[in-house]
């Protein structure tokens, strides 16, 4: 009797092991606690929220000439814009509205989300096309200004809620948090650099004459205007550069490893208010 | 003893121009090069793992081969290729070492 026990026991030990290999043995709870101890054991004096200031929050300098410049913000130029367009039906007489709950007032926080139909992650950018597709429209590109106009909008609509990212009972789901945290943790490109490298391993420090950004928080800003490109970017647009500031070709906007890795960056900033849209050197 | 000089300097001669003409690169040559770096760079474009630097070189040795200066469309071809095969290499030595940099 015990023998068979110790066989059934056994058994089932067998048949859970590769399942957990098949997940990538990801523990989003575990991951997201280790990473939030990071930072503030790192950073013990700032704020919690203030990581959502990217480098302001790392460089008072930087912080001053940023509380100078939002006298007048860059972006506002973009959330007007995003807000007309936002208003404006579309052919057949719908509105961006009718695609969102609460008609697309104070959502973003709960963007990205893993869609179960179509077994991926839907950033906002992504369900704002959907959308238009749906209503006989045609798509945006992810990188330009109307995109980030849009989001920009729905972003200041939700400014101070906080990022409210779910991880549903799916292993799909769960496979493409993992995905986001290998493409997070991986080195590419000819300067062999991974995300980490500059925004976990290094922020606060100069990368020639930029302050890196915190990964904490990274995602709560966007989209954002850059001075560097003197206009706004959506997140694809900025992940672009990055790629390409490492020497990596980038991939095209809103590709599944872009769409993943906001998916786990935003959940490890879970809780963390919608600062966006930023303003970034 | 003139003679001698003579004969000396031509066999030099010879032997210089038999190498030039050895090392010289022909179109073939950079046809060779460039197919070579064009499979390696479909492999690293498979990985997802491109490097802005290998098409930069590749772009430079068609520019070479395309004005006629096969030994540099070669070299630059051949640069491409080790470029693409770091990205290659890059790729697959990330697959394995990613998780160590996790934070936990």
Redesign the interface.
């Known amino acids: 009797m015990l023998r068979k026990l110790l066989i059934a026991l056994a058994m089932v030990a067998g048949a859970a092991q590769p399942l957990l290999a098949a997940e990538g043995a990801s523990d989003p709870k575990a991951?997201f606690k280790?990473?939030r101890s990071?930072f503030t054991n790192r950073f013990p004096k700032l704020a919690l929220d203030d990581f959502v200031n990217g480098p302001y929050s790392m460089d008072e300098g930087l912080r001053k000439q940023w509380k100078a410049i939002d006298e007048f913000p860059p972006y506002d130029f973009a959330i007007d814009k995003g807000k007309a367009m936002f208003a404006t039906p579309f052919k057949n007489g719908k509105t961006y509205g009718d695609c969102f709950p609460n008609k697309g007032i104070g959502v973003r926080q709960n963007y990205p989300q893993f869609d179960a139909k179509s077994g991926q992650v839907i950033t906002l950018d992504v369900a704002l096309n959907r959308c238009r597709e749906a209503n006989g429209e045609q798509p945006f590109d992810y990188t330009k200004d109307d995109m980030a106009a849009l989001t920009a909008y729905m972003a200041f609509t939700s400014r101070g809620k906080p990022m409210d990212i779910t991880i549903p009972d799916d292993p799909r789901a769960l496979a493409a948090y993992t995905k986001g945290?290998?493409y997070f943790?991986?080195?590419?490109?000819?300067l062999?650099f991974?995300c980490?490298s500059c925004h976990?391993q290094n922020p606060g420090n100069h990368i020639r004459t930029e302050v890196l950004a915190p990964a904490l928080g990274i995602m709560n800003a966007m989209p954002i205007y850059r001075s560097a490109w003197g206009g706004m970017g959506t997140t694809s647009r900025r992940l672009r550069t990055c790629n390409?500031q490492v020497?990596?070709?980038p991939?095209p906007g809103e590709s599944e490893?872009y769409r993943d890795v906001e998916y786990y960056l935003s959940y490890m900033a879970n809780g963390l208010p919608i600062s966006g849209p930023g303003t970034r050197p | 003893m003139r003679t001698r000089t003579l004969i000396r300097l031509a066999v030099l001669a010879s032997v210089a121009g038999f190498a030039t003409a050895a090392v010289a690169a022909s179109a073939d040559d950079y046809k060779a090069a460039a197919a070579k770096a064009d499979a390696a760079i479909k492999q690293a474009h498979a990985l997802?793992?491109?490097?802005?630097?290998t098409?930069a070189a590749m772009k430079a040795a068609k520019a070479a081969a395309d004005a006629g200066k096969f030994d540099e469309a070669v070299k630059h071809a051949q640069e491409a290729e080790a470029?693409a095969n770091?990205?290659i290499a890059?790729?697959k030595e990330?697959e394995k070492?990613?998780?160590d940099?996790?934070?936990?």
């Open positions: 991951e280790a990473f990071y945290k290998e943790y991986t080195r590419r490109g000819q062999n991974s980490a976990v390409s020497r990596g070709v991939l490893e | 997802k793992n491109e490097w802005t630097t098409g470029l770091g990205s890059q790729a990330q070492l990613w998780p940099a996790v934070v936990r």
